[in-house]
């Protein structure tokens, strides 16, 4: 137990750690979130260890005695929101859930931007960080889109199958929220709301020009430090 909480503690001190929490977010979104339909107990333990990735995370970016104790006490509440809402079944917590684990996804982005944009080369582990980033905006968005389903029911027209067969929407906004990250666009899921307009346009644009800026300016630094690299060692 010590010694993973050492590794957890040096986690984000390292920029590998961008490259190792790409492949975590990519198992979780792509694989474990899938199939853990009824598993309680496994997205709990995912709740707590991504939750103490965050902690550590934002207790690293500051050393501001103030600004670590909000970052604590909203980590917790989320995880006891968590806890009470799928383990105790307490009701009306949905709202509140969904807030507190927005506010951890935009914590997430904000600390995996901070380590891509430190001082210092642009290596590969910085570029993978930018696409860790990528997937993050669109979970934010998919909560998002949750949540303007949840305050004003029949904001989006969903497929009728998809809703007589009960999938959780959950699922089915970030199935959507992917597809218009990327403007894909199928069209089997449509905003009808102002509101939930609004966020569907925001994203699509932002779907846009973050590979295009961001993406690829980075990959063209790291192309370019490689360079000097390999100058130097001439």
């Not at 260890?49 to 005695?65: D, P, Q």
């Not at 507190?100 to 996804?105: A, E, T």
């Not at 930018?130 to 997937?135: E, P, R, T």
């Not at 027209?157 to 403007?183: D, I």
């Amino acid at each position: 137990m010590k010694s993973m909480s050492k590794h957890v503690t040096r986690f984000w001190s390292e920029e590998r750690s961008l490259t190792v929490f790409l492949i975590l977010l990519i198992v979780e979104i792509f694989i474990i979130a899938p199939i853990n339909r009824t598993g309680i107990a496994l997205g709990l333990v995912n709740n707590i260890f991504f939750s103490l990735l965050l902690l550590v995370g934002l207790l690293t970016m500051t050393r501001h005695k103030a600004l670590q104790a909000v970052v604590m006490i909203v980590v917790a509440m989320a995880v006891a929101t968590h806890w009470a809402r799928l383990v105790f079944g307490v009701t009306g917590l949905d709202l509140l859930d969904s807030l507190l684990m927005l506010s951890c996804i935009i914590g997430f982005l904000v600390i995996v931007l901070w380590q891509v944009y430190r001082e210092g080369p642009v290596t590969g582990h910085r570029v993978l960080g930018a696409v860790a980033g990528y997937l993050l905006l669109s979970v934010a968005f998919a909560v998002v889109f949750s949540l303007v389903e949840y305050l004003a029911p029949g904001s989006f027209q969903l497929p009728a199958a998809l809703s007589q067969a009960g999938e959780p929407h959950g699922r089915l906004f970030y199935y959507f929220s992917v597809v218009t990250l990327t403007t894909t666009g199928y069209g089997d899921i449509t905003a009808v709301n102002p509101f939930a307009r609004t966020f569907v346009m925001m994203e699509a644009l932002i779907g846009q020009l973050y590979p295009a800026i961001l993406i690829a300016r980075l990959v063209s630094l790291h192309v370019e430090t490689k360079r000097e690299k390999r100058a130097e060692h001439k």
